[in-house]
């Protein structure tokens, strides 16, 4: 399993980016997908998640009406679109999958709010 995330850098508050995550080693299309994040000093929280047809998704309240997770199961692809991004939104952004009962995490990318 193996989950390669994109997409993050430095944007000003209300700005917009949209993460991806590249999943390879496993049937993409047969799991839930999700998006966490952790900012220094504190613990890992989770974002967002997609289940594996799209239909189902959830969110965190803090990004509700500002985040929307996406996937294309022809690209094995999750992504994550997020706008008016505030800078309580800095954070090291990561994909998981969990397969056979193991969490898989790729190895985050960071976005940072700042003006």
């Known amino acids: 399993v193996q989950l390669v995330e994109s997409g993050g850098g430095l944007v000003q508050p209300g700005g917009s980016l949209r993460l991806s995550c590249a999943a390879s080693?496993?049937?993409?299309?047969?799991?839930?997908m999700s998006w966490y994040r952790q900012a220094p000093g504190k613990e890992r929280e989770l974002v967002a998640a997609?289940?594996?047809?799209?239909?189902?998704?959830n969110y965190a309240d803090s990004v509700k009406g500002r985040f929307t997770i996406s996937r294309d199961n022809a690209k094995n692809t999750v992504y994550l679109q997020m706008n008016s991004l505030k800078p309580e939104d800095t954070a090291v952004y990561y994909c998981?999958?969990?397969?056979?009962?193991?969490?898989?995490w790729g190895q985050g990318t960071q976005v940072t709010v700042s003006s």
């Open positions: 998981k999958v969990r397969f056979n009962g193991v969490d898989y």
């Open positions: 080693g496993f049937t993409f299309s047969r799991y839930i």
């Open positions: 997609i289940t594996s047809a799209g239909g189902i998704t």
